[in-house]
Every structure is written in structure tokens, then in C-alpha cells.
């Protein structure tokens, strides 16, 4: 239920524990949302850590950093944690913290679960780490975990399957949450027609969420049984089916990509029509167009067993291509809102422009593999790795530096710095280039992913020696926005309640929002609530 | 205003409750997790020429019967003790949940006894393997269902139930209903497909 009215409490206030306890137990699903920030921020440095030591060992042939089983155990590390770790939780950190003010609720609908589902990602987390103190090392399997590979290794390959059961029962109970709290606990007025957009992808992630991470839990459970219990559903040799693991894997892995990029469309489809001083072009294409592609999400996953030869090519390279067109429909919407816009070019806005680019790289790369002839040539080759960066790292982070940016007076009441915002954002997207773009060449060109060597006659060094300055350029731009955020926070609170003319009912409260979120919800009789607040009395906007 | 009143206040206007809504797509999650292991199993059937394979007893449902006699009949209890409450009859409603509790553990148990004669083990090959995950999942599902339960009984004992306010029987009762299907599929699969 939404309060329309200012509370007032009859008690007398209560004595306040310390802050850090006051943190450690909260269930305010702000604080909630900024420990999920902090805590994905925090393994995105760590996994950005692990990339850089494998750019450095590639930088040139032969090997000089790492052992080859060290080299596999930091791409396990960088995939698992990057994915599960910073993309997933960021989203749903984002999420947390918007989701029931863009709603004009209270809270979450369960706030103790929902800080149960945060605190288990640490945990999980720190479990897969913690493979690195184990005898042989962390998982080294790769985070796709193939079976016959992921049934030998020591137990950082046990931690690792432990961790990911602990992460992905923190998505599931998420996701419960976030589905009622959207059907639940919406304003007056805020009828499913008129969600926000980015509520609109939250809700679609969960579905998928809830649908999908149980069978990664299956999958992760047999594993294990095989690992340990002595089970044989991997093993051939015992009757069990080797190719099991990669349907298991990937009926949970693709929608799991969509996953970690619904949240992003739906960052850049806020950002987009406010920078614009346009409405969203064809609000119901784009909503159909996210329920369209979590409903195909689950009829794809063996394009990625193409080369196995033990799937139904017509069907799967169709249905993939199928889910180009929603897809396509979302880049149309994206263009027509900005067309004839007053456009701004502040850092949140070029952000969403660079996603734009670099996911439409991204998304035809993808257009391109789903041909079972072109999949055999570069399966597990350079340009796979160039199209999950283009989609993941250009796509979805690129979305969350723009949420970031967005949403960083509402959540700090302070602006950052648009000229340092200026520096991260060129020094971002031209070092993401530099890096990525040349995996496509190597791909073609033969390079394999996941091996930590290669001879020096193949032509391959100079494109490696580029991407590994790329990757140093992106590290620099993430170091100029550690201290954009680090001065901004030293500064004093000035932020208005809605700096950039928002559309979304978290911009009709202060910044930062009071614990109870709104002292007044203005009526809800569109998609834009707050943009028809400053239509229908300007005067009083400006008092 | 807490949370708790939060939910309370939507009850009024609306027909499902948070909690119910949750319970519902929780199960829905434990369908998909469920189905994998189906889908693993009919995988690994299709793959072997022989089945079960060579070394496996074709299993035996009689006392898997009684199994499923025993969990069919506590959904049956269950839902006797919410329609009480809901009309108000804390008392019978307490009867009924005691009972369905009892049957509960009676299948936990006779499942373990069920095993001990079974005479394969887990290593003993694929079909040991999908067998003893599957129903062990399913059994630790019972189990966790039983605590639940036993969970709403103190709440009840302790006067918290009443036909206005008894979500947690509610979405109890939702998770014991899916436990009793997914035996039911257990035992269609394992025990009853490949009679003749």
C-alpha cells in the first residue's frame, strides 16, 4: 500500500545501535540496494583483476605470469564472478533500490528475505574464492563447467559448485520477491500499463530467475552427486549422458544471458526518453518485445551445442534468429525516441548512447552465429569471446554505468562530476573497443579462447598485444570513475529531488529518499507521473 | 508502518496474499528444478538400450504403494485442516494438522525402510544413481515440509491462527500439495512405467 499522506508516529524515538549494526541487519530495501551495489562493485574488481592478469599473460607469446592451470583457474574466476557475481547482483541492486520507489511503495513485499537473498551473495561468493586456498586450486573448468572436465579438478571445483547453489538460491528468492512486490504493492493508480520500464525488465529477469536458476541448481546437484557421492548422470561409461551436463547448463544458460541484459534495456529505456525530452517511442512494443524474448529465451539454449552434432539445427538456429526480432524492435524504439529529441549529452545519456552502439555490435555478432555453418567455424574461438564482451561488457555494463550515473544523486544526494564523467565515459568506450573489437580477427584467424599460450608465427601477436593495452585503457577509465564517486561523496548533499527531469516516481521524492520513501505520492495517470507533476503545476515545481 | 502491516492492508483489497503469491511461484521454481531431473532421467532412459540396465531389479511397488497411500492421504488431511480454519475451528484444524505431521514422518521413515531393502546403492550404476538422488531431493522436500508444518502447529498452539490471518497454513498447504504430486510422478516413473 502506498502512503498518500505525511505519517506521523506516536512514539518516542528509539535509541539508535550503532551504524554498522544498524547496516548489518537492515531490511530497508535502500540499504539493501547499496549493499548489493557495493558488494557487486567489489567482486567487479576482482574479477576485473583476474582480466587483466590474463591480458598481461597474452600480451605476447609464451608464458611469463601464470601456469596454464593457473591461467583456467582466473577465466573460471572472471566468468563465474563477473556473471553471478557483479552483472546479476548489480541488476537486481538496482533493482532493490528502485523498483519500490518507481512503484510508490513502501518496501519490498518480504524485507527479511530480501536481505537474506543479499547476504547469501557474499557468502556464496567468498566460497567460490575461496578455492584459491585449496589443494590444486580454485574451479578451473571454465564457468560453463563441462562435463567430463568439471567431473575431475580438487575441491575448489566442489567449492565453486557449492557457491554457485548458494548465489542462485539468493536469485530465486529475489526474484519471488520482486514478482509480488510489482503485482502486490503498486501505487493507485499504477496500473501494469503504466509500470516504468525498468520495472517492467525487472519483472521479466525474475520470471526468468525464478524459471531458470532451479534448473542450474539441478544441474550443479548432479554434478556433485557425481563428484562425490559416486553418481554417474555425466558418465558414459556407467550409462550416465555426457551431453546431459551442456542441455542441463545452457537451458539455464540462455536465459541467464537474457537475465543480464533485461535490467540494461531497461536502465537505457528510462535514461533514453529523459535525455531526450521525449516519452519512450511505442511503450507496448518494447514491453511486448521483453516478454517476447524471455518467453524464446527458453527455446535456444543448444545453439551453443551446435558442434556437438547431436541437436536440431533448423530449430534452434531458427528460434535464435527469431529473437532478433523483439530485439530489433527495441533498437527502433530506441532510435525514434531519440529522433527530432532535444538531446542532452549529459554522462548518464552517453552512456545509454555507447550501450546503443556497442550492444547493436554485440546483438548482430550473435545474428551472425546462430548459422550452425558459421558456428562451426568459430565455436570456441576469439569471436565468441568478442560477442559475449560486446553484449555483456558493452551492453550491460556500459547499462550500468549509466544507471550509475542516473541514479547516483538519488541514492547519495549528490551529483557526480560530469567532466570526470566525460573522461570515464570516452577513455571507457574506446579502451572497450581497443580490447574488443580485434578478439573478432583473432577468431577468425583460428585463436581459441581459454588457452594461455600461442606460438609466434600465427599472426596473432599484434591483435593480442592491442586488446591488452585496450584492456589497461578500461582499467584507467574505472579508476577516473572510482574517483569521480570518491570526490563526489566528500562533497555536501546538494542534489535536487529531480535533477535531470525524470520521469519515474523516485524522482517526485527527496535525494535521498527519507526511510519511508515518499511523503506524498502524486497521482499516477500515466507512464510518466512525474513529468505530468511539472506539466500541471510549474509554478509550484519551481516553488 | 512495518512490512507485515503492508501485507495486511493489500489482504483487504485483494484475493491472494503476498505470502500465497510467494509460496505459488516458489513452487513454481521447485517445478522447474523437479522437471531437470525428470528430464535427466528420460535423457538417460533414452540413451540406454536396456532398461533399467543390466544389474537392477525392476522395483517393486508394493511398498511404495502404501508410500504414496500414506502422502496422498496427509494432502488429504492438510486441506481438511484449512478448510477449518477458514471456517474458524482452530481446534480441528489443529487435529488435522497434528495428523498430517504424523503421516509425514510415517513416509519419511517408511522411505528409509524402503531403501534398506532396495539392495542397490547410489554407485551401483545410472539407474542407482537418478534413483537415489531423486527420491533423496524428494525426501529432504518431505522433510523440509514436515518442519514447516510443525512450524505452523506452534503458531496455531499458540493461538495465532484464525479464519482472518493464516497465510503461513495457506502456503504450507500449497507446498505439501506440489511434494505429493512430484511423488506421485516418482512413483508413476520408478515404480509403475514398464509394467506389464
Redesign the interface.
Same mark, same amino acid.
Given at each position: %500500500?502506498a502512503?498518500t499522506e505525511p505519517?506521523t508516529t506516536g512514539r518516542a524515538p528509539e535509541p539508535q545501535p550503532h551504524w554498522l549494526i544498524q547496516w548489518l541487519t537492515t531490511?530497508d530495501h535502500k540499504r539493501i540496494g547499496i549493499l548489493y551495489l557495493l558488494n557487486s562493485f567489489a567482486f567487479f574488481f576482482v574479477a576485473g583483476v583476474f582480466a587483466l592478469l590474463m591480458r598481461s599473460e597474452l600480451a605476447e607469446p609464451g608464458r611469463q605470469l601464470v601456469t596454464t592451470n593457473g591461467y583456467n583457474q582466473l577465466f573460471t574466476l572472471h566468468g563465474t564472478l563477473m556473471i553471478f557475481l557483479f552483472i546479476m547482483p548489480v541488476l537486481f541492486g538496482f533493482g532493490n533500490y528502485l523498483v519500490p520507489l518507481q512503484i510508490g @511503495?513502501? &518496501? %519490498? =513485499?518480504?524485507?527479511?528475505i530480501n536481505a537474506l537473498s543479499f547476504w547469501l551473495l557474499p557468502v556464496g561468493g567468498l566460497t567460490i574464492l575461496s578455492g584459491l586456498l585449496a589443494k590444486g586450486g580454485a574451479a578451473a573448468a571454465g564457468w560453463t563447467s563441462y562435463a567430463p572436465v568439471s567431473e575431475q579438478g580438487g575441491a575448489g571445483q566442489d567449492l565453486w559448485i557449492v557457491g554457485l547453489v548458494v548465489v542462485g538460491t539468493a536469485s530465486?528468492l529475489s =526474484? *519471488?520477491?520482486f514478482?509480488?512486490t510489482i503485482?502486490?504493492?503498486r501505487a493507485p493508480g499504477m496500473t501494469m500499463t503504466r509500470l516504468p520500464v525498468f520495472v517492467w525488465s525487472m519483472l521479466a529477469t525474475s520470471l526468468l530467475a525464478?524459471?531458470?536458476?532451479?534448473?542450474l541448481?539441478? $544441474?550443479l *546437484? %548432479?554434478l556433485f @552427486? &557425481?563428484r562425490r557421492? $559416486? =553418481?554417474? +548422470?555425466f558418465?558414459?561409461a556407467? $550409462? $550416465? &549422458?555426457v551431453l546431459?551436463w551442456q542441455?542441463?547448463f545452457w +537451458?539455464f544458460g540462455h536465459p541467464e544471458v537474457y537475465m543480464l541484459i533485461l535490467g540494461a534495456w531497461g536502465i537505457v529505456s528510462e535514461i533514453l526518453p529523459v535525455f531526450s525530452g521525449r516519452p519512450l517511442f511505442g511503450y507496448p512494443g518494447v514491453i511486448l518485445a521483453f516478454v517476447l524474448i524471455t518467453a524464446l529465451s527458453f527455446s535456444v539454449w543448444a545453439h551453443h551445442m551446435f558442434v556437438t552434432g547431436q541437436v536440431e539445427f533448423p530449430f534452434f538456429s531458427a528460434t535464435t534468429e527469431l529473437i532478433s526480432i523483439p530485439t530489433g524492435v527495441l533498437f527502433f524504439n530506441w532510435l525514434a525516441t531519440l529522433w527530432r529529441g532535444r538531446l542532452r549529452f549529459e554522462p548518464p545519456m552517453l552512456f545509454a548512447l555507447g550501450f546503443i552502439a556497442l550492444f547493436l555490435v554485440g546483438g548482430v555478432d550473435g545474428i551472425w552465429m546462430a548459422s550452425p555453418a558459421m558456428d562451426f567455424a568459430i565455436h570456441d574461438t576469439y569471436w565468441v569471446v568478442a560477442h559475449i564482451h560486446y553484449v555483456l561488457f558493452g551492453g550491460t555494463v556500459f547499462g550500468i554505468m549509466a544507471a550509475s550515473y542516473y541514479w547516483f544523486p538519488k541514492i547519495t544526494g549528490r551529483l557526480l562530476s560530469r567532466k570526470l564523467g566525460y573522461w570515464h565515459f570516452w577513455l571507457m568506450f574506446l579502451g572497450f573497443n581497443l580490447t574488443f573489437f580485434p578478439m573478432h580477427e583473432l577468431g577468425l584467424r583460428g585463436m581459441p579462447r581459454r588457452v594461455a599460450d600461442y606460438l609466434p608465427d600465427l599472426g596473432w601477436s599484434f591483435l593480442n598485444q592491442v586488446a591488452t593495452a585496450g584492456s589497461f585503457v578500461i582499467a584507467v577509465s574505472l579508476v577516473v570513475f572510482l574517483v569521480n564517486v570518491a570526490l563526489t561523496l566528500r562533497r555536501p548533499r546538494t542534489a535536487a529531488a529531480d535533477p535531470w527531469e525524470g520521469n519515474t516516481l523516485e524522482w517526485a521524492t527527496s535525494s535521498p529518499p527519507p526511510v519511508?520513501n515518499f511523503d506524498r505520492l502524486p497521482e499516477v495517470r500515466s507512464n510518466r507521473p512525474v513529468w505530468d507533476l511539472r506539466q500541471r503545476r510549474p509554478a509550484e515545481e519551481q516553488a | 508502518m512495518t512490512a507485515l502491516d503492508l501485507t495486511r492492508d493489500e489482504r483487504t483489497v485483494r484475493r491472494t496474499s503476498g505470502p500465497v503469491l510467494g509460496m505459488v511461484l516458489f513452487v513454481a521454481s521447485e517445478a522447474m528444478f523437479f522437471a531437470t531431473f525428470f528430464g535427466a532421467y528420460f535423457t538417460i532412459y533414452s540413451v540406454n538400450p536396456v532398461w533399467p540396465p543390466a544389474g537392477f531389479p525392476r522395483l517393486e511397488p508394493g511398498l511404495a504403494a502404501i508410500l504414496t497411500a500414506v502422502l496422498v492421504t496427509s494432502s488429504v488431511t492438510l486441506q481438511l485442516g484449512v478448510r477449518a480454519i477458514r471456517r474458524d475451528r482452530t481446534r480441528t484444524l489443529l487435529r488435522w494438522l497434528g495428523l498430517t505431521i504424523l503421516l509425514g514422518v510415517c513416509f519419511l521413515g517408511l522411505q528409509l525402510y524402503d531403501y534398506s531393502q532396495l539392495g542397490f546403492g547410489v554407485r551401483d550404476g545410472i539407474f542407482g544413481s537418478l534413483f537415489y538422488v531423486m527420491t533423496g531431493l524428494h525426501m529432504a522436500h518431505v522433510f523440509g515440509g514436515v518442519v514447516f508444518l510443525v512450524l505452523v502447529l506452534v503458531q496455531g498452539l499458540g493461538g495465532q491462527l484464525s479464519d482472518a490471518s493464516h497465510d503461513s497454513l495457506e502456503a504450507g498447504a500449497i507446498y505439501w500439495h506440489f511434494v505429493d504430486v512430484v511423488w506421485i510422478c516418482l512413483f508413476t516413473t520408478f515404480y509403475l512405467a514398464g509394467l506389464s
Amino acid at each position: %500500500m502506498a502512503i498518500t499522506e505525511p505519517r506521523t508516529t506516536g512514539r518516542a524515538p528509539e535509541p539508535q545501535p550503532h551504524w554498522l549494526i544498524q547496516w548489518l541487519t537492515t531490511t530497508d530495501h535502500k540499504r539493501i540496494g547499496i549493499l548489493y551495489l557495493l558488494n557487486s562493485f567489489a567482486f567487479f574488481f576482482v574479477a576485473g583483476v583476474f582480466a587483466l592478469l590474463m591480458r598481461s599473460e597474452l600480451a605476447e607469446p609464451g608464458r611469463q605470469l601464470v601456469t596454464t592451470n593457473g591461467y583456467n583457474q582466473l577465466f573460471t574466476l572472471h566468468g563465474t564472478l563477473m556473471i553471478f557475481l557483479f552483472i546479476m547482483p548489480v541488476l537486481f541492486g538496482f533493482g532493490n533500490y528502485l523498483v519500490p520507489l518507481q512503484i510508490g @511503495a513502501l &518496501d %519490498m =513485499a518480504f524485507p527479511r528475505i530480501n536481505a537474506l537473498s543479499f547476504w547469501l551473495l557474499p557468502v556464496g561468493g567468498l566460497t567460490i574464492l575461496s578455492g584459491l586456498l585449496a589443494k590444486g586450486g580454485a574451479a578451473a573448468a571454465g564457468w560453463t563447467s563441462y562435463a567430463p572436465v568439471s567431473e575431475q579438478g580438487g575441491a575448489g571445483q566442489d567449492l565453486w559448485i557449492v557457491g554457485l547453489v548458494v548465489v542462485g538460491t539468493a536469485s530465486i528468492l529475489s =526474484a *519471488i520477491n520482486f514478482i509480488v512486490t510489482i503485482l502486490r504493492l503498486r501505487a493507485p493508480g499504477m496500473t501494469m500499463t503504466r509500470l516504468p520500464v525498468f520495472v517492467w525488465s525487472m519483472l521479466a529477469t525474475s520470471l526468468l530467475a525464478l524459471l531458470a536458476t532451479p534448473v542450474l541448481t539441478a $544441474g550443479l *546437484i %548432479m554434478l556433485f @552427486a &557425481d563428484r562425490r557421492l $559416486g =553418481a554417474y +548422470f555425466f558418465n558414459p561409461a556407467h $550409462g $550416465g &549422458d555426457v551431453l546431459l551436463w551442456q542441455h542441463v547448463f545452457w +537451458f539455464f544458460g540462455h536465459p541467464e544471458v537474457y537475465m543480464l541484459i533485461l535490467g540494461a534495456w531497461g536502465i537505457v529505456s528510462e535514461i533514453l526518453p529523459v535525455f531526450s525530452g521525449r516519452p519512450l517511442f511505442g511503450y507496448p512494443g518494447v514491453i511486448l518485445a521483453f516478454v517476447l524474448i524471455t518467453a524464446l529465451s527458453f527455446s535456444v539454449w543448444a545453439h551453443h551445442m551446435f558442434v556437438t552434432g547431436q541437436v536440431e539445427f533448423p530449430f534452434f538456429s531458427a528460434t535464435t534468429e527469431l529473437i532478433s526480432i523483439p530485439t530489433g524492435v527495441l533498437f527502433f524504439n530506441w532510435l525514434a525516441t531519440l529522433w527530432r529529441g532535444r538531446l542532452r549529452f549529459e554522462p548518464p545519456m552517453l552512456f545509454a548512447l555507447g550501450f546503443i552502439a556497442l550492444f547493436l555490435v554485440g546483438g548482430v555478432d550473435g545474428i551472425w552465429m546462430a548459422s550452425p555453418a558459421m558456428d562451426f567455424a568459430i565455436h570456441d574461438t576469439y569471436w565468441v569471446v568478442a560477442h559475449i564482451h560486446y553484449v555483456l561488457f558493452g551492453g550491460t555494463v556500459f547499462g550500468i554505468m549509466a544507471a550509475s550515473y542516473y541514479w547516483f544523486p538519488k541514492i547519495t544526494g549528490r551529483l557526480l562530476s560530469r567532466k570526470l564523467g566525460y573522461w570515464h565515459f570516452w577513455l571507457m568506450f574506446l579502451g572497450f573497443n581497443l580490447t574488443f573489437f580485434p578478439m573478432h580477427e583473432l577468431g577468425l584467424r583460428g585463436m581459441p579462447r581459454r588457452v594461455a599460450d600461442y606460438l609466434p608465427d600465427l599472426g596473432w601477436s599484434f591483435l593480442n598485444q592491442v586488446a591488452t593495452a585496450g584492456s589497461f585503457v578500461i582499467a584507467v577509465s574505472l579508476v577516473v570513475f572510482l574517483v569521480n564517486v570518491a570526490l563526489t561523496l566528500r562533497r555536501p548533499r546538494t542534489a535536487a529531488a529531480d535533477p535531470w527531469e525524470g520521469n519515474t516516481l523516485e524522482w517526485a521524492t527527496s535525494s535521498p529518499p527519507p526511510v519511508h520513501n515518499f511523503d506524498r505520492l502524486p497521482e499516477v495517470r500515466s507512464n510518466r507521473p512525474v513529468w505530468d507533476l511539472r506539466q500541471r503545476r510549474p509554478a509550484e515545481e519551481q516553488a | 508502518m512495518t512490512a507485515l502491516d503492508l501485507t495486511r492492508d493489500e489482504r483487504t483489497v485483494r484475493r491472494t496474499s503476498g505470502p500465497v503469491l510467494g509460496m505459488v511461484l516458489f513452487v513454481a521454481s521447485e517445478a522447474m528444478f523437479f522437471a531437470t531431473f525428470f528430464g535427466a532421467y528420460f535423457t538417460i532412459y533414452s540413451v540406454n538400450p536396456v532398461w533399467p540396465p543390466a544389474g537392477f531389479p525392476r522395483l517393486e511397488p508394493g511398498l511404495a504403494a502404501i508410500l504414496t497411500a500414506v502422502l496422498v492421504t496427509s494432502s488429504v488431511t492438510l486441506q481438511l485442516g484449512v478448510r477449518a480454519i477458514r471456517r474458524d475451528r482452530t481446534r480441528t484444524l489443529l487435529r488435522w494438522l497434528g495428523l498430517t505431521i504424523l503421516l509425514g514422518v510415517c513416509f519419511l521413515g517408511l522411505q528409509l525402510y524402503d531403501y534398506s531393502q532396495l539392495g542397490f546403492g547410489v554407485r551401483d550404476g545410472i539407474f542407482g544413481s537418478l534413483f537415489y538422488v531423486m527420491t533423496g531431493l524428494h525426501m529432504a522436500h518431505v522433510f523440509g515440509g514436515v518442519v514447516f508444518l510443525v512450524l505452523v502447529l506452534v503458531q496455531g498452539l499458540g493461538g495465532q491462527l484464525s479464519d482472518a490471518s493464516h497465510d503461513s497454513l495457506e502456503a504450507g498447504a500449497i507446498y505439501w500439495h506440489f511434494v505429493d504430486v512430484v511423488w506421485i510422478c516418482l512413483f508413476t516413473t520408478f515404480y509403475l512405467a514398464g509394467l506389464s
